[in-house]
């Protein structure tokens, strides 16, 4: 029997409520004892003084890039910024080529992802088929060789008709949709968030209306058809509002998440046409960030996430009109958090590791992100007083196309185990 011993750390669990200075024992993978003093031997001692001891972040929304673009990111690195990051469970999309719409490419995801023996990687299938917005996959395959949710992630199902049938479908299989809500024709063009900095650059704007409109329409399909859904990356003050209502309403099967580059940063982060700070959704203007704030505050969103999408440097080396969208995230989540969020007193340490742990786990109805005596030892160790600036040459991934990058942010992974195998230590990862 392998044996972990975590001494002398503050544990932060917000499934269990429980904030205390004490000791962890880990054996085979599971957490076997929480006190405050543990006095048995163990194979492995790890020193937390000073430490916060918490449960593996869980991203329900992170880009692999493989199969397919390995030249971005591969099952490997992603999965290494993650450990680097404190993170132990992501969701990865299934935007990759061929697109998960089927089972072989799941199952390719799953087999990778054991073989290297990193972190728990949970993949999405698609929507429609090659994400084309035309033919719905099969769900039920996709279901059935592990796909934990369906997304056509990067586009919106435009077809309104053929959305309500793939959440019908969805909710047939008891399958999780998770919406991209973008109306693309409103998008169309748009490089930023239409506002006065957009005005200044001379840059063409996406309007909050191309947000709004497309997760309007998902909640209201969700409402029809009851099938669970789940909206991705909300920046704009009506998409939050759109999922508020839904949750006062009693709509249970309906769910948020919020990457926290958009709680964190404005688009004033384009001026010098920074396409590090090019994604969709934009980063909107300061009174939207404001909105989202208050709404995570209010807890109508559920999660905190990454939307971590590596690129190449030649894509993002372009005029920023045609550079690629997306930045990367894995490796600054837990800190971007704590600097923007904590910090500032929008939300305490446990209602921020809540949306990164246990709430975004039980969307995908996976029994992780807590440190119950008999759960899977997931765990991350951060030093929140560690205050670094971001230098992407130092990640871990492939994508060094970071919109936090020499930002100074404070609050760092130092260790992190998954299923109780010490995965980084001291800030290096093994």
Not at 249 to 257: L, P, S
Not at 382 to 389: A, G, Q, S, Y
Request: a positive charge; hydrophobic letters at 45%.
């Amino acid at each position: 029997m392998t044996t972990l011993l975590i001494k002398r750390g503050r544990i932060v669990d917000p499934a269990s409520r429980r904030d205390m200075a004490g000791d962890i024992l880990v054996a085979d993978g599971k957490i076997k004892k929480i006190a405050k003093r543990i006095t048995e031997s163990a194979d492995e001692v790890i020193d937390a003084k000073g430490l916060i001891v918490a449960p593996g972040l869980v991203d329900l929304h992170v880009h692999l890039r493989e199969p397919g673009r390995e030249d971005k990111e591969t099952i490997e690195t992603g999965s290494k910024a993650a450990i680097a990051g404190g993170v132990t469970s992501v969701v990865a999309m299934p935007n990759t080529n061929p697109v998960a719409d089927n089972q072989s490419v799941i199952e390719y995801v799953l087999a990778t992802s054991k073989k290297l023996d990193l972190i728990n990687v949970f993949p999405a299938g698609a929507v429609t088929k090659g994400e084309g917005g035309q033919t719905l996959s099969e769900m039920r395959e996709l279901k059935l060789a592990g796909a934990v949710a369906v997304t056509d992630d990067g586009a919106d199902v435009a077809d309104r008709g053929l959305l309500k049938k793939a959440m019908e479908y969805a909710k047939t299989h008891d399958l999780l949709m998770m919406a991209h809500g973008e109306n693309a024709a409103i998008t169309d063009g748009g490089a930023m968030h239409e506002g006065w900095v957009s005005t200044r650059l001379g840059l063409p704007g996406i309007p909050d209306l191309a947000e709004d409109l497309a997760v309007r329409a998902n909640v209201m399909l969700a409402k029809s058809t009851g099938a669970r859904l789940h909206l991705a990356h909300l920046s704009t003050a009506d998409a939050v509002a759109a999922l508020a209502e839904a949750k006062r309403a009693g709509f249970k099967n309906i769910t948020g998440e919020v990457a926290v580059q958009h709680a964190a940063l404005t688009d004033e982060e384009c001026e010098g046409y920074n396409t590090n700070a090019k994604m969709y959704p934009p980063l909107r203007s300061r009174d939207r960030v404001r909105a989202v704030v208050k709404a995570i505050k209010s807890g109508a969103v559920d999660a905190l996430a990454t939307d971590h999408a590596p690129h190449i440097e030649p894509e993002k080396l372009q005029p920023f009109v045609d550079a690629a969208r997306g930045t990367v995230g894995l490796e600054t989540s837990f800190a971007a958090m704590y600097t923007y969020l904590v910090k500032p007193k929008h939300l305490t340490l446990a209602q921020g590791l809540a949306l990164m742990t246990y709430k975004p786990a039980a969307i995908i109805r996976k029994n992780k992100g807590t440190l119950a005596v008999g759960a899977d030892a997931d765990i991350a160790i951060f030093d929140i007083k560690k205050e670094w600036t971001v230098d992407p040459a130092k990640f871990q991934s492939k994508g060094k196309n970071s919109v936090f990058a020499g930002k100074r942010l404070t609050g760092k992974a130092v260790h992190t185990i998954v299923a109780g195998k010490v995965k980084m230590r001291s800030g290096t990862v093994l």
